[in-house]
C-alpha cells in the first residue's frame, strides 16, 4: 500500500494564485521529498526536507513539515500556466532507502 | 551527462505474452527502483535494488514480475503471462543511494505497456 496521500486529487487555479498541496504519511520518516510530473513524462525531483526540518524554500516553493501530524504541505506561489503538472510526496521510512510516493495533486493553472 | 533510459518506449503485447523492460540507469548511480503506475493514479512501488545487496522486492505483485540488475548497472524486470490488468506505465529510477543519503531520484520517462 502507498505510504502517502495527497489532497486535494485536483486543483485548478488562475495564474498568478497560489496553489497549495497537503500529504499525508503513515510512518516516521528520515526525509520527505516532492516530485513533479508532466503528462507522459518521469518524474522531477523538486525539493527534499528532512525530518528535523520545519520549513523549507526553494525559489517560487515553499515546504512544510509537521512530523507529529506526519504530514506536510507544498506552497507554489504566484503560479504560472507551465506549473501545470501533477505533483507527488515520497517518503522514506525509517531504516530504509525505499522511497514511497503518494497518490499525487494534479495542478492546472489556467493562462 | 544522460539521464536514465528506458526501452522500449512503448510496448503492445498480447495477453500470456510475457515481456522484457529494459533500464538504464545514471553511470555511478548504485541505487535503482522500479516503479508502476495506473492512468491517472500514483506511483506503486514494485523493487528496489542498492548496491550489492540482495533487493527489496516487496512491491511485486505476483510471482509473474521479477527483476535482476546485472553488473550493478542495467536492468530488466519481467512480466511472464502477461494480464491485462499489467498494462500501465512502468518507471525506473536511479540515484546515488548509499554514495549519499537523501539523494533525490532521477526518472526515466518510462516504459507504457499494453496488455490487449
Known amino acids: 500500500s502507498q505510504q502517502g496521500e495527497e489532497d486535494p486529487q485536483a486543483l485548478s487555479i488562475q495564474e498568478g494564485e497560489n496553489a497549495t498541496m497537503n500529504c499525508s504519511y503513515k510512518?516516521?520518516?528520515?526525509?520527505l521529498q516532492w516530485y513533479r510530473q508532466n503528462s507522459g513524462r518521469g518524474l522531477v525531483h523538486l525539493i527534499l526536507?528532512?525530518?528535523?526540518?520545519r520549513e523549507k524554500h526553494s525559489g517560487r516553493l515553499r515546504v512544510t513539515l509537521d512530523t507529529s501530524k506526519k504530514s506536510s504541505s507544498l506552497l507554489i506561489t504566484a503560479s504560472r500556466a507551465a506549473d501545470t503538472a501533477s505533483y507527488f510526496c515520497?517518503?522514506?521510512?525509517?531504516?530504509?532507502?525505499?522511497?514511497?510516493f503518494g497518490t499525487g495533486t494534479r495542478l492546472q493553472v489556467f493562462p | 551527462g544522460a539521464g536514465v533510459s528506458q526501452s522500449p518506449s512503448n510496448k503492445v503485447t498480447e495477453k500470456g505474452k510475457d515481456v522484457e523492460l529494459r533500464c538504464d540507469p545514471i553511470?555511478?548511480?548504485?541505487?535503482l527502483y522500479w516503479y508502476r503506475q495506473s492512468l491517472g493514479q500514483g506511483l506503486e512501488f514494485l523493487i528496489y535494488?542498492?548496491?550489492?545487496?540482495?533487493?527489496?522486492k516487496s512491491g511485486l505483485p505476483s510471482d509473474r514480475f521479477s527483476a535482476e540488475r546485472t553488473g550493478g548497472s542495467v536492468s530488466t524486470l519481467t512480466i511472464q503471462r502477461t494480464q491485462q490488468e499489467d498494462s500501465a506505465v512502468y518507471l525506473c529510477?536511479?540515484?546515488?543511494?548509499?554514495?549519499?543519503?537523501?539523494?533525490?531520484?532521477?526518472f526515466g520517462n518510462g516504459t507504457r505497456l499494453t496488455v490487449t
Open positions: 535494488f542498492q548496491g550489492n545487496s540482495a533487493p527489496d
Open positions: 510512518t516516521s520518516i528520515n526525509n
Open positions: 515520497a517518503t522514506d521510512a525509517l531504516n530504509t532507502d525505499k522511497l514511497i
Open positions: 526536507i528532512r525530518s528535523n526540518e
Open positions: 529510477a536511479s540515484s546515488l543511494g548509499g554514495l549519499q543519503p537523501n539523494s533525490p531520484l532521477h
Open positions: 553511470s555511478g548511480h548504485t541505487a
